[in-house]
C-alpha cells in the first residue's frame, strides 16, 4: 500500500535555529498535510497543500508540495521551545479504490528544542 | 466553534471486556474518521462514517466497530478486548466527503491489561 517516509526521525535543536524535515512516498499524492502532535493529545493540522509546486506558510511554518507530488518538505524559521512534539505528513490513500477519510501518516519526526 | 470531543479520555480494562468510545464531531462536519495510535504501528486507520454509512474500512479485525447517528456523532467498539488492544484512539471529523483536511480530538488513552 501507499506508505510514506519522514526524516529524519527525529531532531535536537537550539532555540532560534530552522528546522527542515522531509516526507517522501513512493506514489503519487494529490494532498500533503502537516500535523504537530503533543504528548497526550490528538495532532493539530499545521498546513493544507493540494497543488504540486504550492508553498503555503502559516506564521513561521512554511511547507511546500514537491512538483513530482511524491514529497513535501516542512520548515520551521526561529524555533521556540513550544515547536517541540512530533510532526507528521499525512495524505488520502486511495488503496482499495476509495480514500473517503482514510489518511496514510508517516511515521513522525520527533523534535526536540533546546533554550 | 468547539473542537471535536472524544469521551472517555482515559480508560483501562481487562482482558476479554469490551469498550465503546465516543466521538463528537466540530459542528457541521458529517465525516468521522477513527484511528488507533500505538508507538509501534504509528496512526492507523479504522474506519470512515459519513451520514450514518460506513465508507471504508481499515484492516482491523471484526471486533472493531463503530456506528454514526443522525447528528454526526460517532461510536467505536471494540469487543473480546485483547493486550495489543491498548493505544490511543482518535476520532476527527472534516466538512464534506471531498474535503481531506481532518481536525482530531484529544483522543481516548485505552489500557487494556
Known amino acids: 500500500g501507499q506508505q510514506l517516509n519522514q526524516s529524519p526521525q527525529s531532531m535536537f535543536i537550539q532555540e532560534g535555529e530552522d528546522v527542515s524535515m522531509n516526507c517522501t512516498s513512493s506514489s503519487i499524492f494529490n494532498t500533503w498535510l502537516w500535523y504537530k502532535q503533543d504528548p497526550g493529545e490528538g495532532p493539530v493540522l499545521l498546513i493544507a497543500l493540494y497543488k504540486a509546486g504550492e508553498l503555503t506558510s502559516n506564521g513561521r511554518l512554511t511547507a511546500q508540495f514537491g512538483i513530482t507530488r511524491k514529497d513535501s518538505f516542512l520548515n520551521i524559521s526561529a524555533s521556540i521551545p513550544s515547536d517541540v512534539g512530533i510532526y507528521f505528513c499525512?495524505?488520502?490513500?486511495?488503496?482499495?479504490?476509495?480514500?473517503?477519510?482514510?489518511?496514510?501518516f508517516g511515521q513522525g519526526t520527533i523534535l526536540t528544542v533546546h533554550p | 466553534k468547539a473542537g471535536v470531543t472524544q469521551t472517555p479520555r482515559y480508560l483501562i480494562k481487562t482482558r476479554g471486556q469490551q469498550v465503546t468510545l465516543s466521538c463528537s464531531p466540530i459542528?457541521?462536519?458529517?465525516?468521522v474518521s477513527w484511528y488507533q495510535q500505538t508507538p509501534g504501528q504509528g496512526l492507523q486507520f479504522l474506519f470512515e462514517y459519513f451520514s450514518e454509512t460506513q465508507r471504508n474500512k481499515g484492516n482491523f479485525p471484526g471486533r472493531f466497530s463503530g456506528r454514526q447517528f443522525s447528528n454526526s456523532r460517532s461510536e467505536m467498539n471494540v469487543s473480546t478486548l485483547e493486550l495489543g488492544d491498548s493505544a490511543l484512539y482518535l476520532c476527527?471529523?472534516?466538512?464534506?466527503?471531498?474535503?481531506?483536511?481532518?481536525?482530531f480530538g484529544p483522543g481516548t488513552r485505552l489500557t487494556v491489561l
Open positions: 476527527a471529523s472534516s466538512l464534506a466527503a471531498v474535503y481531506n483536511e481532518q481536525f
Open positions: 459542528s457541521g462536519h458529517r465525516s
Open positions: 499525512a495524505g488520502p490513500t486511495n488503496a482499495g479504490g476509495t480514500s473517503y477519510g482514510k489518511l496514510t
